[in-house]
């Protein structure tokens, strides 16, 4: 029998946990009845600050099915994901949601597409942004036309983080151990085939987004920086671009006070010009430590997360109470 694990990180989840596992439930038990499928649910708590990890170990006890991993603090959904899929023991390996925004209903299609097509993973979009504020659909929609024109990694518009994925492919993501990550780019850059599923935004099952407009734009520089050079290129065109206007300023002002004999004028313009050169340099300078920065950090080696709590361990420490 083929084994499956579903990897769920959450960040103060105590509303949607509840919910997510009693619809996951219903889909468990039926493609373990169908599809003859051993199914494992593996939450991964990311430093949640409410009753987040207590209801995983509560499922725990209630059903052997549902693990858990705790981090000492909160690293990050990318470092959950990362956690996950180094811990997972499955055949498939599957990545979702635990607000519902992820149909559970979608995973047997996606496991039997694995079992009689040849595809190695199967990922999901949404074809319609229905319900989100449209600044967030703006910024998004930009962001992969932009990232995709600078990119050889090609990111689906509106790709989500929901896929399932044979063994093969899971290695292939886990020999990819960079500090700084972006899985969507990820799983792109390591190829492998992909059937992508459309389906129709789903709102929260319960609880509130922790995504702001200022962690998406940080996590869009992740993968701008993580998939693409091309801004440090643009820093190199701008500087010549502005070495020849300098020039060309240069000899204007010097045939100005030959001809006309008048130094002093244009000071205005002339201040403002500068304002606007030392801007582009520090913008430039900005793009540069952006980088320098992703290298000084890849250079330290840290763990991407660190492990306070798992139900491994709490087996084990079972285990060692009963031998004794």
């Known amino acids: 029998m083929n084994k499956m694990t ?13 919910v997510y596992y009693r619809e996951m439930r219903k889909v468990m038990e039926r493609m373990e009845e169908l ?27 209630r059903d052997s099915r549902c693990q858990y991993l705790s981090f000492s603090r909160n690293f990050g959904k990318e ?3 990362y956690a996950g899929i180094s811990n997972a023991s499955g055949d498939y390996v599957a990545l979702m949601d635990v607000d519902l925004q992820d149909p559970p209903e979608l995973l047997p299609e996606m496991y039997r597409i694995l079992q009689e097509e040849d595809y190695d ?16 659909s703006f910024l998004s929609e930009s962001f992969y036309k932009f990232i995709n024109k600078i990119s050889k990694t090609e990111i689906v518009n509106g790709a989500r983080d929901y896929r399932l994925m044979r063994r093969k492919m899971v290695d292939a993501v886990l020999e990819m151990s960079e500090y700084n990550r972006f899985s969507k780019g990820i799983f792109e850059w390591v190829g492998f085939r992909t059937k992508w599923l459309e389906f129709e935004n789903v ?15 940080m996590y869009s520089l992740e993968g701008i920086t993580g998939f693409s050079v091309a801004p440090l290129s643009l820093a190199s065109v ?13 000899m204007v002002i010097i045939v100005r006070t030959l001809v006309w004999g008048d130094p002093v004028s244009g000071w205005p313009s002339l201040a403002c010009i500068i304002f606007m050169v030392s801007g582009i340099q520090l913008f430039c300078t900005g793009i540069v430590g952006e980088y320098l920065s992703k290298t000084y950090l890849e250079t330290k080696h840290r763990p991407i997360f660190i492990l306070k709590d798992s139900s491994d361990e709490v087996k084990e420490r079972h285990h060692e109470v009963v031998r004794a």
């Open 238 to 250: 701008v500087g010549v671009v502005f070495c020849m206007l300098s020039f060309v300023m240069i």
């Open 121 to 136: 993973s199967v990922a999901t979009k949404r074809s319609t942004r229905t319900g989100e504020p449209k600044i967030r």
């Open 35 to 61: 599809q003859k499928v051993e199914i494992e649910l593996l939450f991964v708590d990311d430093g949640s600050t409410d009753r987040t990890l207590s209801i995983m170990k509560e499922l725990n006890l």
């Open 79 to 81: 470092a959950a994901i």
């Open 203 to 217: 709102e929260r099952s319960a609880g509130e987004t922790k995504w702001s407009v200022r962690k998406l734009f």
């Open 6 to 18: 579903v990897i769920v990180p959450c960040f103060n989840e105590e509303e949607a946990l509840p």
